[in-house]
C-alpha cells in the first residue's frame, strides 16, 4: 500500500477553484484541494488528509506568490487548523463572487452540458453581520465553532459574520450543563431565541420563541429551532426572484414543495388569488404547523405533511400550472423530477443551496424535455464556499415526454 501524504509540506502551483471551497493544484500525479488559497497563487501546502485515491485535501500554510485578490482575513480564527465555518475569508468580497460564480458555472457545463452566463449578485450587508442563527458547538467548559472536517471546537470570543444578538457571547452566557449545541436565533424585531441540544439531539427552549420574520409585508412565525432562511436579507431576496420568475397570474394553481414555514407559499396564495390554489408540502410536522399558522388567512392556501418524493408529486391529480421546490442539499433528483415534469405545469421555479445538485436536476428536467430558461445567483452566504440560485426552468416545445408514471403508470 502507497505511503499515506497525510503530513507532508509541498510547493504547488495553484490553478482553478474547484466546488467545495478550495482550490486545485497538482502534485506528482495527484490532485490536492487546497484551502485558504486562491487561483493563481504558489503556496507551500500541509496534506491534511490522504483521499486513498488521486486525490488529497491540504491546507495552504505559507503563501510565496499571492493572489491580487487575497486580503487580510478579517476573523482571526479563519486559519488552516481553525474555525471550518468560512472558506474565503482571505478573498476580497469581489472576487468571492467572482468564484462562486466560476463554480456554478463549472458544474452546469460539466453535470448538465449547458453553458449559462450567471452573475452572482451582492446582498448587503456584505461580507460580515449577515448570519442571524448561530450553531455554537460546546465541549466541556468550551464554546466555540467546528474546525474543517471535524468535531474540535475551536474556541471563539466573536464570530465576525454573526449579527451582534447571535454572537458567541451570548451563547456563552445561556450555556446549560448537558448541551452539547447551543443555538441562538434572531428575529427581525432584535429578539432572540436561544435552545440548547443535548447529545441525544433533544432540543430545549431556553430563552425566546417563536421567532418572528416579517418578510414580504407578512409576519411568519417560526418555532425555535425550526427552518428560516439564515442571511438577514435572504427570505426577502429569495422571495423576490421567486415570485419574479414564477410570474403568477391570479387564478392559478400553484405546488410548493418542501415548502418549511410557508414563507413562498403564502406569498404564491397573495398573487394567484382567492380563485387559485396553493398547496405547499413539508415534511417536519413542526414546520406544517408553523406553516398552516402562517398561511391561515388564506383561504386558497393548504400546507400538507409529507415525505416528498415522485409518488407524492404523482398524486395530484389537479391541473398544476406552477412548481416551486426549496430541495435540501442533496437537491430533488432524477425521479422527482420525472414526476414533477409529469404535472405538465407551465414553469418551475427552482431554489437550489447547493450548485452540483442543482446541475444534475438541470440535467434530469433536460430529459424530459425541459430547458433552463433563467438563472440568478445570489451571495447570500458571504465569506462561505456557499451560493444560491433560483433557476427558472420551462418545457421546451416539442420537447421529448417526460417517462411515465403516476397513478395509472
Ligand atoms: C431549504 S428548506 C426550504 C424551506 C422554505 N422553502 C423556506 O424557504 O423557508 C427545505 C425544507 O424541506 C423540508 N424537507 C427536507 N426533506 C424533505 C422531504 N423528503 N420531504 C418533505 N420535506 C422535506 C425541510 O424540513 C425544510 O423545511
Known amino acids: 500500500m502507497a505511503e499515506s501524504w497525510a503530513g507532508r509540506e509541498v510547493v504547488v502551483d495553484v490553478e482553478r477553484v474547484a466546488h467545495g471551497g478550495h482550490c486545485v493544484a497538482r502534485h506528482?500525479?495527484?490532485?490536492?484541494?487546497?484551502?485558504?488559497?486562491?487561483?493563481?497563487?504558489?503556496?507551500?501546502?500541509?496534506?491534511?488528509?490522504?483521499?486513498?485515491?488521486?486525490?488529497?485535501?491540504?491546507?495552504?500554510?505559507?503563501?510565496l506568490r499571492a493572489s491580487p485578490d487575497r486580503v487580510a482575513a478579517p476573523c482571526r480564527y479563519a486559519r488552516p487548523g481553525g474555525c471550518g465555518g468560512c472558506d474565503w475569508q482571505h478573498v476580497d468580497p469581489a472576487a468571492q463572487r467572482r468564484l462562486k460564480q466560476a463554480v456554478v458555472t463549472e458544474q452546469l457545463q460539466r453535470l448538465a452540458g449547458l453553458d449559462v452566463d450567471v452573475r452572482v449578485e451582492e446582498v448587503a450587508p456584505a461580507p460580515l453581520h449577515w448570519r442571524t442563527r448561530m450553531q455554537y458547538a460546546v465541549d466541556g467548559e468550551r464554546l466555540g465553532l467546528r474546525a474543517h472536517r471535524s468535531h474540535d471546537v475551536i474556541e471563539i470570543d466573536s464570530c465576525p459574520i454573526a449579527v451582534p444578538e447571535v454572537d458567541a457571547p451570548v451563547a456563552r452566557e445561556r450555556a446549560v450543563p448537558g448541551a452539547v449545541t447551543i443555538e441562538v436565533e434572531a428575529a427581525d424585531d432584535g429578539a432572540i431565541a436561544v435552545s440548547a441540544v443535548d447529545a441525544r439531539r433533544r432540543r430545549r427552549a431556553l430563552a425566546g420563541g417563536p421567532v418572528r420574520h416579517d418578510t414580504g409585508?407578512?409576519?411568519?412565525?417560526?418555532?425555535?429551532?425550526?427552518?428560516?432562511?439564515?442571511?438577514?436579507?435572504?427570505?426577502?431576496?429569495?422571495?423576490?426572484?421567486?415570485?419574479?420568475?414564477?410570474?403568477?397570474?391570479?387564478g392559478e394553481s400553484i405546488v410548493d414543495l418542501y415548502c418549511g414555514a410557508g414563507l413562498f407559499t403564502a406569498a404564491l396564495a397573495e398573487r394567484t388569488g382567492p380563485t387559485g390554489r396553493v398547496i405547499g408540502v413539508e415534511g417536519t410536522a413542526s414546520a406544517v404547523r408553523d406553516g398552516r399558522r402562517n398561511v391561515s388567512d388564506l383561504r386558497q392556501c393548504e400546507i400538507v405533511r409529507g415525505s416528498i418524493d415522485a409518488r407524492t408529486v404523482d398524486g395530484f391529480t389537479h391541473p398544476v400550472d406552477v412548481v416551486v421546490l426549496d430541495p435540501p442539499r442533496a437537491g430533488a433528483k432524477r425521479p422527482l423530477v420525472e414526476a414533477i415534469c409529469r404535472l405538465d405545469a407551465r414553469a418551475v421555479v427552482y431554489v437550489a443551496c447547493d450548485p452540483a445538485a442543482l446541475a444534475r436536476d438541470v440535467a434530469a428536467f433536460a430529459g424530459c424535455g425541459w430547458r433552463l430558461e433563467r438563472l440568478r445567483a445570489f451571495d447570500l452566504f458571504p465569506m462561505t464556499q456557499h451560493v444560491e440560485c433560483v433557476a427558472l426552468l420551462v418545457p421546451e416545445p416539442g420537447g421529448a415526454p417526460p417517462p411515465a408514471g403516476g397513478p395509472l403508470a
Open 28 to 63: 506528482e500525479g495527484r490532485v490536492l484541494f487546497v484551502r485558504h488559497t486562491l487561483p493563481g497563487e504558489r503556496v507551500r501546502a500541509l496534506v491534511t488528509e490522504d483521499g486513498g485515491g488521486s486525490f488529497c485535501r491540504a491546507d495552504a500554510v505559507e503563501v
Open 217 to 250: 409585508g407578512r409576519r411568519y412565525e417560526v418555532r425555535t429551532g425550526g427552518f428560516w432562511q439564515v442571511h438577514v436579507h435572504a427570505a426577502d431576496v429569495l422571495l423576490e426572484a421567486v415570485l419574479e420568475l414564477a410570474d403568477v397570474q391570479a
